[in-house]
């Protein structure tokens, strides 16, 4: 192919790609201004700041220190147009010419029609070719068709569907890893990219089966010429993303207003509230952690009374303890395990249920709080029941909400008031649809916490 050909791809390429960014980020800037600023999501949202400076004032409480700790979100987001933009394009540009060469020597190695034709030898006409080289190859071969001297041959549906499959893996997931290389090369995050860059590239890869790209790669290998087949495939990303951001638009405010929706996020409030008074209580009994040792602290047994039936109305010794466990597959993930074994008494009832039509528990459950620390980073242990469902929170918290008990529940609470202030703030800005980098890094958080 001639340099020119490329060049005007390359052009091509880039100002759709900008009118994508642009068009996508105009239409979702304001789009969700009425779910930030709906009064149970806005109270959601400040309860799991709120948790998140309290857990961090518990865990420094010995030396006091607050301003060396803070859990403060950024006041002044990047520039969009002074910043993300032009060093969205620059990556753009800079990974089209793999791109480019990667569609040439697919079609070079699966030809979409085989390579000899069949001349007409009844035309006495004689025709002079001269020497041809590869970019007047399919002009040529256009005119012959069109003088009728050449019969094209039929398309190799095999070649096809081989190219199909090698772009939509090997070709994708090579491309996503470059991107997220370049990416984080030019933002000066290379080192938090090389740390989630396989949680992001399957993440990328996963989103791509879910929108219109694959359908678009098979026609555009059995329509588009090859050096216009990247032009075709970002013309219909763009046109996916203006379609995707206009339906989020119009759909999510709508869902926010729905009962159910609104009657699970005063829920989750709710658990994070009552998990933040029981956190605070319980963080102050931590008085001593030596890493690499084994430490335990206890203190004086209280006796509390259970409320749950004449079997459990006898009074019951409260212990806290604190101590590090050589825990050999934590250690090689570089966490030290600690666990709190506080048994406490927590009236059920204080928490509503999720179903409008059931009814509310009348007696106690104990909150036996297991959780895996490494500084300020704290995980709940999974060998806990239920806790293997708290990476799904984010996810469909609903879903999570419905199938945790009041105990689990408190367990995932407390676990969103940790991470819930970094997490919120990467989802905030990953509203936009075409931005899923955000999304990975709140992702990544989520599953590293």
């Keep these: 192919m001639t340099r020119s050909q490329m060049q005007s791809a390359v052009i091509q390429y880039t100002l759709i790609a900008t009118l994508n960014l642009i068009v996508s980020h105009e239409i979702g800037r304001n789009a969700y201004d009425d779910v930030w600023e709906d009064p149970v999501f806005k109270n959601l949202t400040t309860t799991i700041k709120f948790m998140a400076v309290n857990a ?265 303890t604190t101590q590090i466990n050589d825990n050999s597959a934590g250690r090689a993930m570089g966490y030290n395990f600690i666990q709190i074994d506080r048994i406490i008494s927590i009236p059920d009832s204080s928490l509503r249920a999720t179903s409008s039509t059931a009814t509310q528990r009348k007696d106690t459950f104990q909150l036996p709080q297991q959780v895996v620390a490494s500084g300020e980073k704290i995980l709940y242990d999974r060998s806990e029941p239920g806790t293997t469902q708290m990476i799904g929170l984010f996810l469909d918290p609903i879903l999570v909400r419905i199938q945790l008990s009041g105990t689990e529940m408190a367990h995932t609470a407390t676990l969103l008031g940790h991470v819930g202030a970094r997490v919120q703030d990467a989802l905030e800005h990953a509203v936009e649809f075409r931005y899923v980098k955000e999304l990975v890094l709140g992702y990544r958080l989520l599953i590293s916490w």
């Design 56 to 320: 961090t004032l518990s865990n420094n409480n010995t030396s006091a220190n607050i301003t060396g700790n803070s859990n403060s979100l950024p006041a002044d987001p990047q520039s969009f147009y002074f910043k993300i933009l032009p060093q969205s394009i620059f990556v753009c540009a800079l990974l089209f010419p793999l791109a480019y060469y990667w569609q040439i020597y697919l079609e070079r190695f699966f030809p979409a029609r085989p390579r000899g034709v069949e001349i007409n030898y009844e035309k006495k006409e004689k025709v002079e070719v001269g020497e041809v080289n590869e970019g007047q190859e399919e002009e040529v071969v256009k005119r012959w068709i069109a003088q009728g001297k050449v019969r094209r041959s039929s398309v190799s549906w095999w070649n096809t569907f081989v190219k199909w499959v090698l772009d939509i893996t090997v070709g994708n997931i090579c491309l996503t890893v470059l991107r997220l290389l370049v990416e984080g090369l030019v933002t000066g995050n290379f080192k938090d990219t090389l740390s989630y860059l396989k949680s992001a590239t399957l993440l990328s890869y996963s989103l791509s089966f879910i929108s219109i790209r694959p359908f678009a790669s098979l026609i555009g290998f059995i329509v588009v010429p090859v050096t216009k087949r990247i032009v075709f495939t970002v013309g219909i990303d763009t046109v996916e993303a203006v379609f995707v951001s206009s339906f989020l638009r119009l759909i999510v405010p709508l869902a926010l207003r729905t009962e159910f929706i609104q009657h699970a996020m005063g829920n989750v409030t709710e658990g994070i509230m009552i998990a933040n008074k029981f956190h605070v209580e319980s963080a102050g009994n931590i008085q001593s952690i030596r890493a690499g040792g084994r430490t335990s602290v206890r203190t004086q047994p209280k006796k509390v009374p259970r409320v749950t039936g004449k079997e459990h109305s006898r009074m019951t010794e409260v212990h806290d």
